[in-house]
Each structure stands twice: as structure tokens, then as C-alpha cells.
């Protein structure tokens, strides 16, 4: 799977570490829907950062298809809310 993580790049991530993401995904659901800034900046923070130690980064200039787009790491949380669906960030 291609992740797009805005403003920095993109990453190859194996669709076996999605179960692992989708907890901090669930997290971060919980927190936007509760207007808890605290929590939901450190998990976004902790979510960007795992996607970027499990995934492979893609050269710069690669142009692949992202099956997944995250938000930057200093969006607000109301720009994330603007990003979420039923299922969080992550489907699944």
C-alpha cells in the first residue's frame, strides 16, 4: 500500500502493519470527536511517526497512486476532522 503523508512524502507499507495502525487511527477518531487537542496531537504525532518506521519511503520523484492519504503533522484538528470518515483515517 502507498501512503501519502502531506507535505513530506510518500511511503510503501505492508498492508499486515494496518491493524496496528488502525488502533492509533481509532484513538485519534476518539480524540477529534472529544475536542481533546492534547491527546489528539500526540497521537497524530505517534501515528505519522509509526507509518514512517514500519513504511519504506519512495524517492521524491516517484509518482505512485497513494491508496492512503494522511494528514501533515501540524494539521489542526479541525482540518483532521475535515479528513475523517466513519472509519477513521485508515478503512478497515
Known sequence: M????????????????????NKLDDELLAEVENGDGPGFRLTLTTLLDKVRELGTPLPDDS?????LILP??????????DLLTDEGLIPG
Do not use: K, N, W
Open 2 to 21: 502507498i501512503v501519502r503523508i502531506m507535505g513530506e512524502g510518500q511511503v510503501r507499507l505492508a498492508d499486515s502493519h494496518l491493524a496496528e495502525l
Open 72 to 81: 501533515s503533522p501540524d494539521a489542526t484538528i479541525e482540518e483532521v476532522r
Open 63 to 67: 509518482l505512485e497512486p497513494s491508496e
